[in-house]
């Protein structure tokens, strides 16, 4: 129960720094793609800084403990990513 | 706090800060649930628990038995959150356009792109979706899941993603857009 409770509250700020940040637009989504805006890029970039930095010195504290790292399969994230792409431009979500 | 109170009300913030915010709720998902925000796995768990339902032998396989188990799980509850938090997010800067007449096709690109006809946005928002939770099942996460998540534990999955993302997006967009690229 209570995991669910944190994982809405932590969904419901998720939703609302996208929305904020624009990436609910079509033309945020697709305009990176063309150079044109580069707020997605901006926005990814930030977040991971942010939430890189401060985990890594939580850990360094002892304070947490990193959950299982997503798997290295070069090929499979290679060819997802490139497949993802695809679908990222001609949707824009 | 008026100053704080005007910013929330804008419809896009900065991107720094925007990105700020979800880096402490990633932080914040490592530290409270000892998991990480992700959004494709959420509809593969759906549509696990809706595929055994209705035609269980072939859904017993290794994919959704032990990779993707159905049921439902923390990342449903999470895109749950995430739809809520962005209709908050509209309501604030008042952009909400629940019900309203263009509320399904409202984006000026879009339209100038592709034309304003909405069954053609649903049409190709359904196949691009296929396409993205497909790519996404096959790297193992989606911008959220795997590039961003992933990206913060430093996995080098996430970076091999971005890179396959950006490369292909760019020429997919440079082929719809051609000489308005």
């Known amino acids: 129960m209570a995991t669910s409770l944190i994982a809405l509250f932590l969904g419901v700020f998720f939703g609302f720094s996208l929305n904020k940040a624009g990436l609910t637009k079509y033309n945020k989504i697709v305009n990176v793609f063309r150079f044109t805006d580069m707020a997605v890029l901006q926005f990814m970039m930030t977040a991971l800084v942010v939430s890189m930095s401060g985990l890594y010195i939580l850990r360094g504290f002892g304070l947490i403990t990193f959950p299982n790292i997503p798997g290295t399969y070069i090929v499979g994230n290679l060819v997802g990513g490139l497949l993802f792409g695809v679908g990222m431009a001609l949707t824009g979500y | ?181």
């Open chain 2, 1 to 181: 706090m008026k100053f704080i109170l005007n910013y929330i009300r804008k419809e896009t913030w900065s991107p720094y800060v925007a990105g700020i915010l979800l880096g402490l709720v990633g932080i914040l998902a490592v530290w409270l649930s000892d998991s990480l925000l992700g959004a494709s796995g959420a509809f593969e768990n759906l549509a696990g628990m809706l595929g055994q339902a209705v035609a269980p032998q072939v859904f017993d396989n290794v994919y959704f038995n032990f990779i993707m188990p159905p049921g439902f799980t923390y990342g449903v509850i999470l895109v749950i959150g995430v739809f809520f938090g962005g209709m908050i997010g509209a309501a604030s800067s008042k952009t909400l356009k629940w019900g309203k007449k263009d509320s399904a096709n409202s984006d000026p690109l879009w339209k100038r792109t592709f034309g304003p006809q909405v069954w053609k946005r649903w049409v190709l928002a359904f196949f691009g979706a296929i396409i993205l939770e497909y790519a996404a099942g096959i790297a193992g996460g989606c911008t959220s899941g795997l590039a961003i998540s992933g990206g913060m534990l430093l996995a080098p999955a996430a970076f091999l993603f971005i890179a396959g993302m950006f490369a292909s997006g760019i020429v997919t967009a440079l082929i719809i857009y051609r000489k308005r690229y």
